[in-house]
């Protein structure tokens, strides 16, 4: 409960503190994707698994920016890595590794935005991550530590493109394959529906143990 309602002030509150929020949809707006401006980031505090991080956005309430986690939009897992369903533990602490190096340097500071910031399902936000203008994303995906999400559609085993039916109910934090014995159990009006896993984590799920997706 406390966790929904801190959510829910969050992101009442955030058109209020974001620059650029004449570009912001109103919270109504269903249908849409909305989107919530840009903003500075002023501190990095942690580096999370896969393409996540939280940090300190003084700009905002501190109940809102204060230790806020970020996934960076439109990323997914670089092909030889999906082909085996899951990144494997050295692919996580290398892509980790890399990911502090961009974002806190030791040599020297550098400036970071968050840009067409877009809300998670949970207490988080979804974001362009920009490193002194240039989109962290880019640098990833041209070392082969990430790829970029396909709008819809998924790499299948055999490389071509396909999509890939992943659900989750509202009250879970787990997800599954649309064919698992629990996704078929879901109520229908509570049932989420992502294109990619690397989608459904952002929303901060893990993969069913069960049908692993």
Known sequence: MRKFLLSTLFFMLLPAFCPGQES????????KVKTYGSAPVETINK???????SCDITAWP????EDITVNIASLTFPEI??????????????????ITQILAPKDKPVKIELRNIKRAETFAIIADVMIDGQPIADMLIAEGLAAKMLDKKVLSENGSASEQSLVASKDSKVYHTAACR???????????????????????RRPCKTCKP
């Open 47 to 53: 580096v999370g698994e896969l393409y996540s991080f």
């Open 24 to 31: 912001i949809k109103t919270y109504l707006d269903y249908g």
């Open 81 to 98: 890595v999906a082909k085996g369903a899951a990144p494997n533990k050295y692919f996580q602490a290398k892509l980790k590794e890399r």
């Open 62 to 65: 501190a109940i809102i920016g």
């Open 182 to 204: 629990f996704a078929k159990s879901m109520d229908p009006a509570k049932t989420l529906s992502f294109t990619s896993s690397q989608e459904a984590q952002q929303s901060g």
